[in-house]
Structure formats: structure tokens, C-alpha cells
């Protein structure tokens, strides 16, 4: 069973590429992330990241906001390509 943080609060991982390639908008969102700009390869790298992270965080039956900054710190050290 997942645990929402008590206090309601929600928290996003937003990740910013600032390589743009010729004036193309990138956007993703997911549940707990967003995305935006870089070059479409900084952007799939961005993308993929998240991606891993929201996984092993869910593996961990928790939401970003209820992580310490250690757990943070662990789940995208495991996350990054």
C-alpha cells in the first residue's frame, strides 16, 4: 500500500536541457516529473532518466515527496545513464 504525504503537498522533478537544437519545444510530463527544451538527445536522456527514477520509486512504494534527500540522492545516482 503507497502513503500519501500527510500534509497533502506534491512534489515534481523537473529537469531543464538548455542545449536546444534549432527551436524545436521539447515537453514531457509524467505523474511526477517535467521536462523541457535540450537537444532531442539531451531531451531522450532526460526522459529516460525519469522514467528509471519514477520506476525504482515506485518499486520503493513511495512519492517524491516523502523521500529524504538521501533516498533522492541513491534512487537518481541509480537512475542516471
Given at each position: 500500500m503507497v502513503k500519501k504525504a500527510e500534509n497533502n503537498e506534491r512534489a515534481l522533478l523537473a529537469g531543464i536541457g538548455l542545449d536546444d537544437d534549432g527551436g524545436h519545444r521539447r515537453i514531457t510530463k509524467g505523474d511526477s516529473f517535467l521536462l523541457a527544451g535540450g537537444s532531442e538527445e539531451t531531451h531522450e536522456t532526460m526522459k529516460e532518466t525519469a522514467i528509471r527514477f519514477t520506476e525504482k520509486l515506485a518499486k520503493r512504494g513511495k512519492h517524491l515527496e516523502e523521500l529524504s534527500r538521501e533516498e533522492f540522492r541513491d534512487?537518481?545516482?541509480?537512475?542516471?545513464?
Amino acid at each position: 500500500m503507497v502513503k500519501k504525504a500527510e500534509n497533502n503537498e506534491r512534489a515534481l522533478l523537473a529537469g531543464i536541457g538548455l542545449d536546444d537544437d534549432g527551436g524545436h519545444r521539447r515537453i514531457t510530463k509524467g505523474d511526477s516529473f517535467l521536462l523541457a527544451g535540450g537537444s532531442e538527445e539531451t531531451h531522450e536522456t532526460m526522459k529516460e532518466t525519469a522514467i528509471r527514477f519514477t520506476e525504482k520509486l515506485a518499486k520503493r512504494g513511495k512519492h517524491l515527496e516523502e523521500l529524504s534527500r538521501e533516498e533522492f540522492r541513491d534512487l537518481m545516482g541509480e537512475a542516471l545513464p
